[in-house]
């Protein structure tokens, strides 16, 4: 282990030279948390159009019953709304932006004005964040980071930026806060404190921060979901359908067609759920894996017990992309690498062997003739960043749940 001191620097969206010079923050990472999901979902309704026409060839060999154009023009515009969502959902994803139940956010690499950054998320078609509960408190402070969030005081109110009042049972002022320190004018709210709970402070608008844009998508959402409800009811549908048709036709092989379909209707089903239900308890999704970050430090193997409670295990990263995804919460996190088997042969917790590393210039280096057979990211605010350590270290951990999406 070595003794760095090092600054806070910003790690998510990086703006471009033309960003740099207006002052509005517009280049995004590769991040893609979630697309898999809507991926699903548009096969999924890949599926139904394959079904639909299947069902339309075979009816038309045997009827011209005009309910048949009903079902195609239903489906075709049930299609075409799906459409029209998953567009509005993946562009939040192409523009850098993660999703935390239930909303997107984007986190900015620059520093602005409570107005410039409120207008920033205005041109992005959203606002500056509003926090509803504990656990979006605990996921803006996150990123360790001094953000503005979407709270300011007008006529000796503090509101939120969509006219609502603060809700007192809902707010995590810092002790003291707000106090117009030094009698300054400080009507408007950052997250200064981001190691504890109560992390609000008060400050003058024009003080220079980084800040939350959230978009809320609780209409997109439900509407998404009753367009996937819906999709898999016509899906059984043609499904009877198709299948009377074709045994009508008889055609030899139609039951081992309605049983892979049906199959594979589940799986997708499956999936969706999956997905959801991580989604909904605090997991980020990021390119095939979900991932937890915890809240509290623990040693190596404690960290580890957690992860497998949640039928996950600790981290393991493959390249960069998930390197750089892993450092961004900017905390000395435990990662899912070891020697403690064999010492100086370092391999990850599903027994594989080390191959790609990003070990900080001098580590593994069992500092100080210690025992360090522990990996973890250290130097946050860089790549190469790994440090071995001892094992009993308090620190926090990132658990992986690998789903092939």
Known sequence: MARFVHREHDYVNQPDASARSSGQDTRVTAAMPGRKLYRLVAVSFGLLCVLQAALNISLRLYTSDSKTADIEVCCTNLTCALKRELFNVDHYFQQGWVYF???????????????????????????????????????????????????????????????????????????????NFEGKKEDCVEIKFHDVENSWNDITCGDQNFW????????????????????????????????????????????????????????????????????????????????????????????????????????????????????????????????????????????????????????????QGKEEDCGEIMIYDIENNWNDMTCKMQNYWICEKVVAL
């Open 101 to 179: 139940h239930p909303s997107f956010y984007y986190i900015s690499s620059n520093n602005s004005s409570w107005q410039e950054s409120r207008a920033d998320c205005l041109r992005r078609d959203a606002d500056l964040v509003i926090i509803n509960s504990k656990e979006e408190q605990d996921f803006t402070r996150k990123f360790h980071k001094r953000t503005w969030i979407g709270l300011r005081e007008t006529k000796g109110k503090w509101k939120w930026v969509d006219d609502t009042v603060l809700n007192k049972s809902l707010s995590y002022w810092n002790p003291g806060e707000p106090n």
């Open 212 to 367: 939350i844009c959230e978009k809320k998508i609780y209409a997109t959402e439900k509407k998404l979901s009753r367009l996937v409800a819906v999709s898999f009811g016509i899906l059984c549908i043609l499904q009877a359908a198709m299948n009377i048709s074709l045994r009508l036709a008889l055609y030899s092989d139609s039951e081992a067609i309605i049983k892979n379909l049906t199959e594979e209707r589940e799986v997708w089903k499956r999936k969706l759920s999956t997905f959801d239900n991580y989604s909904q308890h605090g997991w980020v999704y990021f390119n095939h894996s979900f991932y937890y970050i915890s809240s509290i430090g623990k040693s190596w193997q404690e960290g580890r017990d957690d992860c497998q409670q949640r039928d996950a295990d600790l981290i393991i990263i493959n390249n960069k992309e998930e390197q750089d995804f892993a450092r961004q919460f900017k905390q000395r996190t435990w990662i899912g690498l070891t020697d403690r088997e064999t010492e100086g042969i370092w391999t990850w917790v599903d027994g594989t062997a080390l191959n790609t590393s990003f070990w900080h210039t001098g580590e593994p280096n069992n500092y």
